[in-house]
């Protein structure tokens, strides 16, 4: 079974701190990683996979395979980043249906 | 162009009515998926279709549950003799193909809320 954990519910920080959400997953293959972002009153949309190597927006991840874990992290945080974010994992099927972990609400305050 | 849309946004039932939720995906995204988001829950996967064939309905919680896309383009998921479990969100997504090697964007819709008194 594959599991996405988010250990924290919430998350405050101040603008210009750094911040980091973290992720860790259970799979026993080679899974694709992925965060997705609600903002207040949109729908969840992609953030960044890990396949793309990219930074989004500010935020990078990198996949850790040893420690299983898929951390978004952003060196300055912004107040416009205040949102839910979620971690997800594609692994076992080919047309990529995801396994989601419970969020993070992110509150930057300024 | 038009992301995904769905409707109605808004239900409330009383328990043990039938309801059905529609979702229009983008055009021509060959790929549908279903989820489930439940208060405070990240979503869980429902049901997912390729076209208007329904490859993997392992999500589904019951047999109360079910959904289609006949035609490859809209789909439906309808829900018998709702239940109090089953207020949620309901979350429809779709990509572009499926690439069999591995996980396209998918772009989500707006959700329906169900409210099941």
């Known amino acids: 079974a594959q599991r996405v954990t988010q250990p924290e519910k919430l998350l405050s920080v101040f603008k210009g701190a750094p911040v980091e959400l973290k992720c860790n997953y259970s799979y026993s293959g080679s899974p694709e990683l992925f965060w997705y972002v609600q903002y207040s009153r949109q729908r969840l949309q992609l953030l960044l996979r890990h396949i793309s190597r990219e930074s989004i927006k500010g935020f990078t991840a990198d996949l850790n395979k040893g420690e299983t874990s898929f951390h978004l992290k952003k060196p300055f945080a912004q107040e416009e980043d205040s949102a839910m974010y979620y971690c997800a994992l594609s692994g076992g099927t080919s047309y990529g249906k995801l396994t989601f972990g419970q969020g993070t609400i992110l509150t930057v305050h300024p | 162009g038009a992301g995904v849309s769905q409707s109605p946004r808004y239900k409330v039932a009383k328990r043990g009515q039938d309801v059905a939720l529609r979702c229009d995906p983008i055009s021509g995204h060959v790929s549908l998926f279903w989820y489930q988001q439940a208060l405070g829950q990240g979503p869980e996967f429902l049901t997912y279709?390729?076209?208007?064939?329904?490859?993997?309905k392992s999500g589904l919680p019951s047999d109360r549950f079910f959904a289609e896309r006949p035609e490859g383009s809209v789909s439906t998921l309808k829900i018998q003799r709702t239940q109090q479990e089953d207020s949620a969100v309901y979350l429809c997504?779709?990509?572009?193909?499926?690439?069999?090697?591995?996980?396209?964007?998918?772009?989500f819709g707006p959700g329906t809320r169900l409210t099941v008194l």
């Open positions: 279709f390729q076209n208007e064939a329904q490859l993997d």
């Open positions: 997504a779709s990509s572009h193909r499926n690439t069999g090697g591995g996980a396209d964007t998918q772009y």
